[in-house]
């Protein structure tokens, strides 16, 4: 079984690291800037570079290095990001936005009946076509809701990469008895929670599951707001 060096705490701490953008990014990560994390650790990899603090660049180099030769989707993006501040490369020619990266998976592969939704250029809040924020909606100024400059417009791709992650992540199980059950339960209708129902017989490798598709939705929102001329730069959020 591929076993993993983030736990649930190791990944608590690291998106606590993330968020304070303290540098304490730096002494998460030491020793163990695996491909579990480049997505997230890049990010707070930034922040600490821009702040000089001490081994911050050069985990900064091994993290950009490590992202071109994973080369999932959006890896290049936020490698170009790091080389930029670390001066090995040129600035990348977007626009920041500081939206979060999970709310914006979230708009993109939903249900594509009431996914989509649209992003707020001033504050980079996710808003979704179908929400809770529907009454807030309405108090809103007319004009501001109306101005097109406002907004950048998300259209749901749908769960077809969802899907593919698991077939994907199904290729790194070692375990041919934990492949077989998994192979079973992505057949037919359901499969994303019989999937889950059925890894979570064996919670390290759930874990992994999860850090898993976490990168790659990162990557996939982090590569559609480059094609749309925008770079995310991480808002304040609570750590999860």
């Known amino acids: 079984m ?3 060096q983030w736990d649930v705490n190791a990944v608590k701490e690291l998106r606590g690291a993330v968020f ?20 997230l650790a890049g990010d707070g990899l930034l ?14 180099a091994e993290c950009a290095e490590a992202l071109r030769e994973r080369a999932w989707e959006g890896d290049q993006e936020l490698a170009d990001q790091l080389a930029a501040i670390l001066k090995q490369g040129a600035t990348p020619m977007l626009r920041p936005l500081a939206v979060d990266l999970e709310q914006l ?5 939903g249900n594509p009946v009431y996914g989509g939704g649209r992003i707020d250029l001033k504050t980079g809040d996710c808003w979704p076509n179908m ?7 309405e108090d809103e ?16 791709v749908g769960s077809r990469e969802g899907y593919r992650d698991m077939e994907r992540f199904i290729a790194t199980v070692e375990d041919p008895t934990i492949v077989d059950r998994l192979e079973i339960a992505i057949t037919g209708r359901g499969a994303f929670r019989r999937f889950k129902d059925v890894l979570s017989r064996w919670p390290e490798e759930l874990q992994r599951y999860f850090l898993f598709i976490n990168e790659r939705q990162a ?6 707001l480059g094609e ?6 991480r808002p304040k959020q609570r750590p999860q």
């Open 219 to 224: 990557g996939r929102a982090r590569a559609w």
């Open 2 to 4: 591929v076993m993993s």
């Open 105 to 109: 998976a979230s708009l993109l592969e």
């Open 47 to 60: 922040h600490a570079a821009v702040q000089g603090v001490p081994e911050a660049a050069g985990l900064a």
């Open 131 to 137: 929400s809770d924020y529907e009454d807030e909606d």
């Open 141 to 156: 100024d007319e004009d501001e809701d109306e101005d097109e400059d406002r907004w950048l417009y998300v259209e749901c």
């Open 20 to 39: 304070r953008a303290d540098g304490s990014v730096v002494e998460v990560v030491r020793g163990r800037l695996t491909e579990d994390v480049l997505q």
């Open 228 to 233: 749309a001329g925008y770079r995310p730069v």
